[in-house]
């Protein structure tokens, strides 16, 4: 017999028994707590029926014609639907062997021939806590992966739009540039070269290279007569060129871009020795980030043209870099940037539209 009908729209209980009369009393039982029943006189029916109804919680007689309740608990364990479902066997051997087994092959309960239906009404209702219980489990984990999902998805978008607004700065930022925005890309690869060096993170090493070209964004605010003035700075001229870490600093926040960008903004003319501007920081008070742009600025500033300026060889560089380091710039960072000679020479000469014919490293 095989019956799918239900008597309420509470939890799906499939009982399987092959004794019409108890089948029903179970059935009659379950139905006046709340339980919706579908029953089976068999277990091959049983199977059947629970792969079309995937019932929230099952009982079972152990001793059941056309499957056994051995090889049925095994199959729905291994059904798609059955791997937590909550089983109860009823048998009328209640010996220790018989309970060790059946907790073996993976029934969650057991109830006694004859049946008590205070009893049995008691064992269901903690079957369907503990059902209820997976049901919600599996609500907030499916819940949780979507929630990962759209949170990677936005973070994708921001990721997206955050390249976008720093291309849209590094162009801004290139306008003010003699050396038509090489001087950024060159940076940028100085920049990574030395995270690199440093043994940082790849992720940190990534936000650098992405980030550091936007240093001297807070140019953007300086006006032109000082910017591109060909001789020296007066005083008063100085100090208003010194904002445009304060402008940079304050513009790459309001945009909402990461620390890493707004660190160098803000500090990449801050000295080791703490004489920098503008907070006057000192040593590891500078974020790395910050001193790592240093560098990488104060070199590309040596040996490339600007319109205060010659460019100076990689020589005289060189030499100024060294007599810099521990005053002006990390003197550790120093050190490993003229180690690498190979790399740095590639990216000057990769990224310059124009060089010294006599520049050589030394």
Known sequence: MLTTGRVMAGPLLLIAEDDSYQ?????????????????????????????????????????????????????????AMGADTPIMIVTADGSRQTKIELLELGADDFIRKPLDPAEFNARLASLARKSALVINLENVTAERDQAYRDLEERAHELSRLTLGLVASLERASSLNDTDTGNHIQRVCRYAELLAQGSGCDQEFCEKVFRLAGLHDVGKVGIPDKILKKPGKLTVDEFDEMKTHTLIGGELLRAAGLPSTAVNVAFYHHERWDGSGYPHSLK???????????????????????????????????????????GSQLDP???????????????????????????????
């Open 283 to 325: 040593g590891d008070e500078i974020p790395l980030e910050a001193r790592i742009v240093s560098v990488a600025d104060v070199f590309d500033a040596l040996v490339t043209r600007r319109c205060y300026k010659p460019s100076f060889t990689i020589d005289k560089a060189v030499h100024i870099m060294r007599d810099a380091a």
């Open 23 to 79: 089948l029903d009393q179970m059935a009659g039982w379950a139905s006046r707590v709340g339980f919706s029943v579908i029953k089976a006189a068999n277990g091959l029916d049983a199977y059947e029926l629970f792969d079309i109804s995937s019932p929230e919680i099952v009982v079972l007689d152990y001793h059941l014609p056309g499957m056994h309740g051995r090889e049925l608990i095994q199959r729905l364990r291994n059904h």
């Open 332 to 362: 550790h960072l120093v050190s490993m940037f003229l180690q690498r000679q190979p790399d740095v020479v590639t990216i000057l000469t990769t990224y310059s539209e124009w060089l010294e014919e006599d520049e050589t490293w030394a």
